[in-house]
T-cell receptor, first 110, second 115 residues
Framework: QKEVEQNSGPLSVPEGAIASLNCTYSDRVSQSFFWYRQYSGKSPELIMSIYSNGDKEDGRFTAQLNKASQYVSLLIRDSQPSDSATYLCALVGGGNKLTFGTGTQLKVEL | GEEVAQTPKHLVRGEGQKAKLYCAPIKGHSYVFWYQQVLKNEFKFLISFQNENVFDETGMPKERFSAKCLPNSPCSLEIQATKLEDSAVYFC?????????????FGPGTRLLVL
């Protein structure tokens, strides 16, 4: 089992809809989680970080963490074509290195 | 600087040649991380530094890979005798501290192609 699992997609949503991206992890002691967005040919950029159970909102983005079930999700409200990218879920492991999932490709269609 | 800088953007090497990549972290950041991204999305941690000291090298293939962060110089990642499977994008990231909540900021990457 991989440490961080994501559905590779593509996940297609119409413009204006809510996109829901999910991630599960295997290490129960993980405490810090990050969502990065990566456009094709570019570097990852941080969208959200979450450390406590529950929801964390920032603009159109909401991250949700459930440590008991070992999943993290990212909701994108009012999806725009510019949100089309690969979304990477990452957790902090030993030595503070990031362990990434393989990413979910999101396509927002006009 | 305000961004992580990486050079070169692209690097092409014949199999068996040496490749050297450079990274300048954000000014004031003490930690530098190197990651390798292959097959589109598979990220692999290679090595991290706290200033000029190796912090974690558990991901480094030590036979051919080496890295340094020297004072007043960009950090470097060197691959001796490159192999086809080394073709990847190599990202450098930096963070201000070592806490588990510290954000890592990524550079633009160096795309290495081994022919």
């Amino acid at each position: 089992q991989k440490e961080v699992e994501q559905n590779s997609g593509p996940l297609s949503v119409p413009e204006g809809a809510i996109a829901s991206l999910n991630c599960t992890y295997s290490d129960r002691v993980s405490q810090s989680f990050f969502w990065y967005r990566q456009y094709s040919g570019k570097s990852p950029e941080l969208i959200m970080s979450i450390y406590s159970n529950g929801d964390k909102e920032d603009g159109r983005f909401t991250a949700q963490l459930n440590k008991a079930s070992q999943y993290v999700s990212l909701l994108i409200r009012d999806s725009q074509p510019s949100d089309s990218a690969t979304y990477l879920c990452a957790l902090v492991g030993g030595g503070n290195k990031l362990t990434f999932g393989t990413g979910t490709q999101l396509k927002v269609e006009l | 600087g305000e961004e992580v800088a990486q050079t070169p953007k692209h690097l092409v090497r014949g199999e068996g040649q040496k490749a050297k990549l450079y990274c300048a972290p954000i000014k004031g950041h003490s930690y530098v991380f190197w990651y390798q991204q292959v097959l589109k999305n598979e990220f692999k941690f290679l090595i991290s530094f706290q200033n000029e000291n190796v912090f974690d090298e558990t991901g480094m293939p030590k036979e051919r890979f080496s890295a340094k962060c020297l004072p007043n110089s960009p950090c470097s990642l060197e691959i001796q005798a490159t192999k086809l499977e080394d073709s990847a994008v190599y990202f450098c990231a930096s963070s201000p501290g070592s806490g588990r909540r510290e954000t890592q900021y990524f550079g633009p990457g160096t795309r290495l192609l081994v022919l």
